[in-house]
C-alpha cells in the first residue's frame, strides 16, 4: 500500500496526493522531502504524537527515542494525553506565523497536531464555553523555552481574540509589559543567554465575549544576589546594560553614568558584558517605547532611571580603613551622584554606609562597620533597592493593566486566564538557598500536578461509569511537608535558627536539621548517611530526595539569604528618600513595626501556597518545556541532558499515571464520525445513539473485551496497539472511499447541475407556455369582441354610419379593398369583378375602369409588331365579315400568315416579270372561268400596287388596285369571291371569280393592300359580275348540306354552301 502524503513541521499528515504510487512526505521546516513506503511508516519516522500512545509505556529509552524523532524532524511538540511537551529547537521553525494561529483556532485538540497554539484554543473555549477560569502552567528548566511558550500565548491570544469594546490598549499593554519585566528581571546566564531571574504568573481578563480586559501579574523570588555578584560569564539584569548602550547622552550626563559597563563593579563581576545574541541598544529602544504603552510619565521614567543608576554607582562606593579598622566611604562622587539621584541626605547615607544602628534597651546605638561589614551593608542596600522596585514596577504595570471597567455589570461576568512561567527544577553541581525554594517550589507544583491530573482522571472515570483502577504514583506530599510544615519542617527550622537570639550559623542550622528531620526518609546528611552514601555528601551540605530525584544543597549563605538583612540607619535613611518610586518603596511603617519581617523562606512559602490556592481554582493545562543541548545550538540532541530533564519534570510519572488506566479516549461522537466508515452498518450513516454505533463498530472491528471499555460518553482503549491497527484499516479505507466519494460527488455535482438546468428549462417553459397563454387569451380576447363588434356593426350595415356599425362598415371597406388585390380580373377578356358594398360602389367602378386600362395598357406595351400587324388584319375581318358571312366565325382562331406561298413556289419568271415590285401575299387560288365555269388552279400575288393572278410560270392577269372597284362575296361559307375591275378599261378581261380556302384571309389582305376595305360587298342569293365585255354573269348562292360548285342551266354558276349554324 503506498501513500502520498505531506507533513508540516508540526508533523501533521494534511495531504494525501495520490493514492497509487510512491509518494513524497515533506517534513520540516527545512523543506527535507522523503519518500515513504505509508503512514505507518511515517509513524515509525516522526513518532508518535501522543506519547500515551506509545507500546512501552514504562521505557524512558523509548520516551526518549520518540522524542528524539519527533526532534530530528523538527517537531518539537508531543502531548502525554493533554500535556504538551516541547523541546527548544533553538531556531525559528517558522510555525507561530498567522495562518498557524488559524488552523489551529476552533478545531478540536487531538484532530490537529500537536502545538502550543492547540493548547491555547483548547483554554480559551474551555474559558468561554464553561466560563471557569484557567490555568496554563509552563515549567522547564532555564533555557527550555518557557518564557517564549508564554510569549506565543499571548501573541495568540492578542491576535485571535475579539477586541474589547472600550480599552483595546489592554492587548498592547499586555504585549508590551514584557519587555519591561525581561529588562529588569532578566539576565545572560550560562544557561539562557535571556534568562527570567524571577518566576511569574500572570492573569488575563477576559470578559463575557472573550475579549482581554485586563490583567494582573504575580512575581515570584526575584534572584536579587545578581545585582551585586555573577558567576564567570553571566551578567548583570539586563536593563543595566541596556541603559548603558542605548541611553541618550544626556540621560547619562544627568545620572552621571559613561557608556562603559566595564567602569561599574556591579557589572563586571561575570567578565562578559557583550554578548553576541543580545542588542542591548535596540533592546533599550523596545523598552523604552513599552514604559510609554503601559503608561509610564517621563517623570517616573526619570525616576526609574535614577534607581538604576544609583545602583551602579552603589556598586561603586569604595570603603577604606581608618586606622580603628572601620570602614570610611572614598568614593566622593559616587556618593554625590547617589545623594542627587536617591534624593537622600548625603551625611545620612554616608553615616548609614558605615555604621549599623543597634537598639538595646530601647536606646539606639551606632556601631561602626569593618570593611566586610560595610561592603555587605552596600550590597544589601543594592539588592534592597533593585528588588523592591522590582516589585514596584510590578505594581505600576498591574495599575496599567488593570480594567478600568472593574464596576461595570460585564466586569463580574469575566474569567481568568492564568499563566504562569515557573522555574523548573533546578540541579546543580553546588545549590543553595535559591535551589531550595525553586525545587520546593516545583515540589508544590508537582503536587499540585498528580491532585489535579488523578483528580481529572478520576472524575472522568466516575463521569463514565468505568471501575476506578488505582494508580500507583509517587505522592510527594511527603517531600512537601518535610520542606514546610509547621515546626518540623524545614522552613520553620531555619526561620527559628535566623530569629533565635545567640550565635546562629548556618552550621548550626544544619546541626538543628539533622536533629529535627533525621528520621525523614527523603532527608540525608553527611552524618546521617551510611558509609556508602557518605562520601558524596559535604559536612556542610544536607541532601533530599525529591520527587524528580535527589538534590545534595550546601547550607553556606541559608541563614544570610533567609534573614535578607538591611541595616535599620539604611532602611531609615531610604525611607527619607525624595525619589518618589523609593519612597513607596521603602515605607516608613516599616521602621515602626516592631515585628520582625518575614522571611524570605517564609514569605516564599506563602506566596507558594497562595499561588497553589489560585492554581486550584482553576483548570489546569500543562506545558512542559525541555532544553535539547546546553550549547544553544539548533538540531543538536544531548540525551543525557534530556533524560535528566524528563526524569526531573516527572514526564514518565505524567505518562504512568496517563496510562494507568487506558491509552486512548474519545468522545462517541467524534470515535464513530472517524471510523464509521469501517463498519458496513455505520457507514456512511448511524442512525442510532453514537454509543451504540460504536459498540456495532468495534464487534466489527473485533476488539477482545479486555482491549476497550465503553464508558457513558465516551470510549476507553486500553493499548494504542488497538487503536494503531484501526488508523491503519481506516488509511487502507480512506483511499476506496476517496475514489468513491470523488465519483459520488461528481454524480452528486452533476445531478445538481442537471436539476438546476431542468429547474430552469420548466421555468422558461412555464413562462413562456404563460406568456403564449396570454397571447392567446389577449387574442381570443380580441378576436370575440371584434366578432361581436361586427356582429353589431352587420345588424346595424344599413343605418346610417354610427359607432356601432363604424367598425363593421370599414372593416367591409377594408376587406374589400385588401381581397379585391386577389380577386383582380386576370385578362382583359375577363370582365369579372367583386361586388363592392355599397358605400364603395362608385370607388369600385373607378377602381374598375382603372384596372382595365392598366391591364389594357400592358397588354399593348406587350404586343408585337407582327402580332399587331395580325390584330389589325383581323380586326379588319371582323369589321368586314363579323356577322354578315357564315364562315367567317372559323376564320376567327385561325391565324393570318404573311403569304401562303414561299417564293420557292413561285415561278422565277413570274417574279422576273414582277421586277422590283415585292410580293406581298401569295395564296393559292381556283378561277373559274368566266364563260364555262371551269376551275383552273392560279396563285393569287398581291404587290403594293396590284392584284396578279399567276397560272404557273405566266403571269395571266394584273388588276391595278386603282382598277379594282370592288370585291363580291357570299355571305354563306363558301369561299367563292369576285373582283370587280374598271369596265372602262379594255385591257381587263373583266371580273375575276376566285375560290380560296382562306377566303377571309386573302380577302382581307386584299382590301387592305388595296385600300378597298369599303368596298366589299356581301351578297345574300347572288352575285352578279361582268364577265367581259357587254357580258355579265352570276353567281347563285344557296345553302345545302354540302359545298357543289356547277354550272346552272340557266348559265349561272351555282354554289350550294354547306351550312355552319354559325351566325
Ligand atoms: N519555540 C521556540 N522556538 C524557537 N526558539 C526558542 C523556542 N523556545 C525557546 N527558544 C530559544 O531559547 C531561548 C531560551 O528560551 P526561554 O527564555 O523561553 O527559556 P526559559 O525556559 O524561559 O528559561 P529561563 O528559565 O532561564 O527563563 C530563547 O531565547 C530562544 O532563543
Ligand atoms: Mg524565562
Request: contains cysteine.
Amino acid at each position: 500500500m503506498a501513500l502520498q502524503v505531506e507533513l508540516i513541521p508540526t508533523g501533521e499528515i494534511i495531504r494525501v496526493v495520490h493514492p497509487h504510487r510512491p509518494c513524497k512526505l515533506t517534513l520540516g521546516s527545512d523543506g527535507v522531502r522523503v519518500t515513504m513506503e505509508s503512514a505507518l511508516t511515517a509513524r515509525d519516522r516522526v513518532g508518535v504524537q501522543d506519547f500515551v500512545l506509545l507500546e512501552n509505556f514504562t521505557s524512558e529509552a523509548s520516551f526518549i527515542e520518540n522524542l528524539r524523532r519527533r526532534f530530528r524532524e523538527n517537531l518539537i511538540y508531543t502531548y502525554i494525553g493533554p500535556v504538551l511537551v516541547s523541546v527548544n529547537p533553538y531556531r525559528d521553525l517558522q510555525i507561530y506565523s498567522r495562518q498557524h494561529m488559524e488552523r489551529y483556532r476552533g478545531v478540536s485538540f487531538y484532530e490537529v497536531p500537536p502545538h502550543l497554539f492547540a493548547v491555547a484554543d483548547t483554554v480559551y473555549r474551555a474559558l468561554r464555553t464553561e466560563r471557569r477560569d484557567q490555568a496554563v502552567m509552563i515549567s522547564g528548566e532555564s533555557g527550555a523555552g518557557k518564557t517564549e511558550a508564554t510569549k506565543r500565548l499571548l501573541q495568540f491570544y492578542a491576535e485571535t481574540c475579539p477586541a474589547p469594546e472600550r480599552g483595546g490598549a489592554v492587548r498592547d499593554r499586555l504585549l508590551q509589559s514584557n519587555p519591561v519585566l525581561e529588562a529588569f528581571g532578566n539576565a545572560k546566564t550560562l544557561r539562557n543567554d535571556n534568562s527570567s531571574r524571577f518566576g511569574k504568573y500572570m492573569d488575563v481578563q477576559f470578559d463575557f465575549k472573550g475579549a482581554p480586559v485586563g490583567g494582573h501579574i504575580l512575581s515570584y523570588l526575584l534572584e536579587k544576589s545578581r545585582v551585586v555578584h555573577q558567576n564567570h560569564g553571566e551578567r548583570n539584569f539586563h536593563v543595566f546594560y541596556q541603559l548603558l548602550e542605548g541611553g541618550e547622552e544626556e540621560t547619562l550626563r544627568r545620572l552621571g553614568l559613561e557608556r562603559n559597563p566595564q567602569s561599574y563593579l556591579y557589572l563586571v563581576k561575570g567578565q562578559c558584558a557583550k554578548v553576541s545574541s543580545i542588542n542591548d541598544k535596540s533592546d533599550w529602544k523596545v523598552v523604552r517605547k513599552a514604559l510609554t504603552v503601559i503608561n509610564f510619565t517621563e517623570d517616573e521614567v526619570e525616576d526609574l532611571l535614577s534607581i538604576v543608576a544609583s545602583v551602579l554607582h552603589l556598586g561603586n562606593i569604595h570603603f577604606a580603613a581608618d586606622e580603628e579598622s572601620n570602614a570610611q566611604v572614598t568614593s566622593e562622587n559616587q556618593l554625590k551622584y547617589l545623594t542627587r539621584l536617591l534624593g537622600v541626605d548625603g551625611v545620612t547615607l554616608r553615616e548609614a554606609l558605615i555604621h549599623r544602628k543597634i537598639i538595646a534597651k530601647g536606646e539606639e546605638l551606632l556601631s561602626p562597620l569593618n570593611l566586610e561589614q560595610a561592603a555587605y551593608a552596600r550590597d544589601a542596600l543594592a539588592k534592597a533597592v533593585y528588588s523592591r522596585t522590582f516589585t514596584w514596577l510590578v505594581g505600576k504595570i498591574n495599575r496599567s493593566l488593570a480594567s478600568k471597567d472593574a464596576e461595570s455589570p460585564s466586569w463580574r461576568s469575566t474569567t481568568v486566564l492564568g499563566l504562569l512561567d515557573i522555574y523548573g527544577f533546578e540541579v546543580f553541581q553546588h545549590n543553595s538557598f535559591e535551589q531550595f525554594c525553586i525545587n520546593y517550589c516545583n515540589e508544590k507544583l508537582q503536587q499540585l500536578f498528580i491532585e489535579l491530573t488523578l483528580k481529572s482522571e478520576q472524575e472522568e472515570y466516575e463521569a463514565e461509569g468505568i471501575a476506578w483502577e488505582p494508580v500507583q504514583y509517587f505522592n510527594n506530599k511527603i517531600i512537601c511537608d518535610l520542606v514546610e510544615e509547621k515546626f518540623k519542617g524545614i522552613i520553620s527550622i531555619l526561620d527559628e535558627e535566623c530569629l533565635r537570639p545567640g550565635e546562629a550559623t548556618d552550621l548550626t542550622f544544619l546541626e538543628k536539621l539533622e536533629d529535627t528531620v533525621k528520621h525523614h526518609p527523603h532527608f540525608l546528611t553527611h552524618k546521617l548517611a551510611d558509609q556508602r552514601t557518605r562520601k558524596s555528601l559535604g559536612r556542610g551540605e544536607f541532601r533530599l530526595l525529591h520527587y524528580a530525584g535527589e538534590v545534595t544543597y550546601s547550607v553556606t549563605g541559608f541563614l544570610d539569604k533567609n534573614n535578607d538583612l538591611l541595616f535599620r540607619n539604611l532602611k531609615e535613611t531610604m525611607c527619607g528618600s525624595k525619589n518618589p518610586i523609593m519612597s513607596r518603596c521603602f515605607d516608613r511603617s516599616e521602621l515602626s513595626d516592631k515585628k520582625r519581617p518575614e522571611t524570605v523562606a517564609t514569605q516564599f512559602k506563602m506566596s507558594l501556597l497562595q499561588l497553589v490556592e489560585i492554581l486550584k481554582s482553576k483548570e489546569p493545562a500543562y506545558i512542559r518545556c525541555i532544553k535539547p543541548n546546553d550549547a544553544k545550538q539548533p538540531g543538536r540532541f544531548d540525551e543525557v541532558l534530556i533524560r535528566h530533564q524528563v526524569k526531573y519534570l516527572g514526564l514518565m510519572e505524567n505518562l504512568r499515571v496517563r496510562r494507568a488506566g487506558f491509552a486512548y479516549r474519545r468522545k462517541y461522537e467524534a470515535f464513530l464520525q472517524r471510523y464509521k466508515s469501517l463498519c458496513p452498518e455505520t457507514w456512511p450513516t448511524w442512525a442510532g445513539r453514537p454509543q451504540d454505533g460504536v459498540a456495532v463498530l468495534v464487534r466489527h472491528l473485533g476488539y477482545k473485551p479486555e482491549e476497550y471499555k465503553m464508558g457513558r460518553t465516551k470510549i476507553f482503549i486500553r493499548f494504542p496497539k488497538t487503536l494503531f491497527a484501526t488508523e491503519d484499516a481506516l488509511e487502507i479505507r480512506r483511499q476506496s472511499l476517496a475514489t468513491k466519494i470523488q465519483a459520488t460527488w461528481r454524480g452528486f455535482h452533476w445531478r445538481q447541475k442537471f436539476l438546476r438546468v431542468k429547474r430552469s428549462a420548466i421555468c422558461i417553459q412555464s413562462w413562456w407556455r404563460g406568456t403564449l397563454g396570454r397571447r392567446k387569451a389577449a387574442k381570443r380576447k380580441w378576436a370575440a369582441e371584434t366578432i361581436r363588434r361586427l356582429i353589431r356593426g352587420f345588424i346595424l350595415r344599413h343605418a346610417p354610419r354610427c359607432p356601432e356599425n363604424a367598425f363593421f362598415l370599414d372593416h367591409v371597406r377594408t376587406s374589400f379593398l385588401l381581397s379585391l388585390r386577389r380577386q383582380l380580373p386576370q385578362n382583359i377578356l375577363d370582365t369579372s369583378w367583386p361586388t363592392p358594398p355599397p358605400a364603395l360602389r362608385e370607388a369600385s367602378d373607378l377602381l374598375q375602369e382603372l384596372c382595365m386600362k392598366n391591364m389594357v395598357w400592358k397588354y399593348c406595351r406587350s404586343i408585337s409588331p407582327e402580332w399587331k400587324q395580325q390584330l389589325q388584319q383581323k380586326a379588319v375581318a371582323s369589321e368586314i365579315f363579323k356577322g354578315k358571312k357564315d364562315n367567317y366565325p372559323q376564320s376567327v382562331p385561325r391565324l393570318f400568315i404573311s403569304t401562303r406561298l414561299s417564293t420557292d413556289e413561285i415561278s422565277p419568271k413570274v417574279l422576273q416579270a414582277l421586277g422590283s415590285e415585292p410580293i406581298q401575299y401569295a395564296v393559292p387560288v381556283v378561277k373559274y372561268d368566266r364563260k364555262g365555269y371551269k376551275p383552273r388552279s392560279r396563285q393569287l400575288l398581291l404587290t403594293p400596287s396590284a392584284v396578279v393572278i399567276v397560272e404557273d410560270a405566266k403571269v395571266k392577269q394584273r388588276i391595278d388596285y386603282t382598277n379594282l372597284t370592288g370585291i363580291s362575296v357570299s355571305s354563306l361559307s363558301d369561299s367563292l369571291f369576285v373582283l370587280h375591275v374598271q369596265r372602262e378599261d379594255n385591257k381587263q378581261k373583266g371580273d375575276v371569280v376566285l375560290q380560296s380556302d382562306h377566303v377571309i384571309e386573302t380577302l382581307t389582305k386584299t382590301a387592305l393592300s388595296a385600300d378597298r376595305v369599303n368596298n366589299i360587298n356581301i351578297n345574300q342569293g347572288s352575285i352578279t359580275f361582268a364577265g367581259g365585255p357587254g357580258r355579265d354573269g352570276t353567281i347563285d348562292f344557296t345553302p345545302g348540306s354540302e359545298l357543289l360548285i356547277t354550272k346552272a342551266k340557266n348559265g349561272h354558276l351555282a354554289v350550294v354552301a354547306p351550312r355552319l349554324n354559325s351566325r
